[in-house]
């Protein structure tokens, strides 16, 4: 059992944070558009929690698509993942559908990506929602999603940058832009 831990936080000075991570050898990928489609059971909404239900993302990278279930543990992004590769978008779609999901929001993205150590470091530019920078490790189900969280909350902090932690995922924080606009 594999678990994907995350923080995320939006970035203000995007600059710094570029310059930060090049301090520590940390180079971003160049950019790469995902175009991500969120799925929730049916009869869930955005008023309840999501610890404990499972929810479907369909992806497109470069012509290629990915299929992802995430159920959250300790909270919103520490989840429990599997994800695999689909040749066709719109089949998957409807089969999504007819597993009983229903769609939520579309988050269009463009992704760069890193890695120092154990972690991931993604700096996405997520249309509606601003610039946000995402840390994350895959760990074994038997370890704390909170306690990871910690740990890399403390590796932000220490590159010495202006971040704003949210502990919404893009499908909330696109929806909420969305709907205040």
């Not at 929602?129 to 932000?156: C, H, K, N, P, Y």
Request: net charge negative; charged share 30%.
């Amino acid at each position: 059992m594999t678990q994907e831990i995350e923080v995320k936080y939006r970035v203000r000075d995007l600059p710094a944070l570029e310059e930060a991570l090049a301090r520590r050898e940390v180079f971003l990928s160049p950019p790469a558009r995902q175009d991500d489609q969120a799925y929730a059971e049916n009869g869930w909404t955005y008023e309840h929690s999501k610890i404990g239900v499972t929810f479907a993302r369909l992806r497109t990278q470069q012509d290629r698509h990915l299929f992802t279930i995430k159920r959250p543990l300790d909270n919103a992004m520490a989840c429990l993942e599997h994800e695999t590769e689909v040749t066709d978008r719109e089949q998957m779609h409807h089969a999504i559908v007819a597993m009983g999901f229903h769609p939520t929001i579309r988050i269009v993205k463009t992704r760069r990506t890193a890695t120092l150590g154990d972690m991931a470091i993604c700096v996405d530019e997520v249309e509606h929602a601003g610039v946000f920078v995402e840390i994350e490790r895959t760990v074994s189900g038997q370890e704390s999603g909170t306690a990871v969280q910690e740990e890399l909350d403390t590796f932000a902090r220490s590159l010495g940058v202006e971040l704003e932690r949210t502990v919404d995922t893009y499908d909330s924080l696109v929806r909420a832009a969305l709907t205040s606009a």
